[in-house]
């Protein structure tokens, strides 16, 4: 439970910093997205679960979930 309530209150302090400087909503998000992509995708490495052409099945995902917020990304810098 106190890892839980750090864990929140961390994730709020680093909300409002991102809030405070201007950064809209919806690149929190992007923000969000890529890095818990990269975060799975490296500690999928420490654990034992079954590989499928050398990566296991969440690794994809996080792959997939990096790709998107980049695209995503680019997305949104394009001139209208």
């Known amino acids: 439970m106190v890892g839980g309530c750090s864990q929140w209150r961390w994730s709020a302090g680093l909300y409002g910093q991102l809030r405070r400087r201007g950064v809209p909503d919806g690149r929190v998000f992007l923000l969000y997205l890529g890095g818990y992509g990269v975060i799975r995708f490296v500690v999928q490495f420490f654990r034992g679960d079954d590989a499928v052409w050398g990566l296991a099945h969440s690794q ?5 979930m990096v790709a998107v917020a980049a695209l995503l990304a680019r997305w949104w810098r394009a001139p209208v």
Do not use: E, F, L
């Open 60 to 64: 994809y995902t996080a792959v997939a």
